[in-house]
């Protein structure tokens, strides 16, 4: 029996640390690369970067985003055996107390990161997911809808 859509999902997610996130600058597509952490109820995504970034600029101007987070080893086989997962949503830069607690799952999962998240110019943000595009097996893509 094969793995639903959410559980497959959920494995990619847990598994990776970065994502692509795609914005808009000025009405183009503009892509960058994020460490990202995503909830276990797969509603919301965490990613940071720094007040001084494009990337910033972008999410303040414009918050619908899109990650694009996969398993690709750039091999041969991951035209058959990659996944990857779009997600669709709008991110918003996260303050006080609710920064803070989202900083602790943000920091617990990148503790690498230590030294970037104590800047101040670190930022945090967090995507409402609204949509997630599950590709397998190069072509075969399933949609999951998350709540309102």
């Given at each position: 029996?094969?793995?639903?859509?959410?559980?497959?999902?959920?494995?990619?997610?847990?598994?990776?640390?970065?994502?692509?996130?795609?914005?808009?600058?000025?009405?183009?597509?503009?892509?960058?690369?994020?460490?990202?952490?995503?909830?276990?109820?797969?509603?919301?995504?965490?990613?940071?970067?720094?007040?001084?970034?494009?990337?910033?600029?972008?999410?303040?101007?414009n918050p619908h985003v899109s990650l694009l987070i996969d398993n690709r080893e750039n091999l041969d086989t991951d035209f058959h055996a990659g996944m990857a997962v779009t997600a669709l949503g709008r991110a918003e830069e996260l303050q006080g107390e609710e920064r803070n607690r989202n900083l602790k799952i943000y920091q617990d999962h990148h503790p690498y990161l230590e030294e970037f998240v104590k800047s101040p110019s670190f930022s945090l943000f967090r995507v409402k997911v609204q949509t997630y595009y599950l590709v397998t097996e190069f072509q075969n893509v399933t949609s999951l809808k998350m709540g309102s």
């Open positions: 029996m094969k793995p639903s859509p959410e559980r497959l999902i959920r494995r990619l997610l847990q598994s990776q640390k970065l994502a692509v996130l795609g914005t808009h600058e000025k009405g183009l597509p503009y892509a960058n690369l994020v460490a990202f952490v995503a909830a276990e109820d797969l509603e919301h995504i965490l990613l940071a970067t720094a007040r001084y970034t494009r990337k910033y600029t972008n999410l303040k101007a």
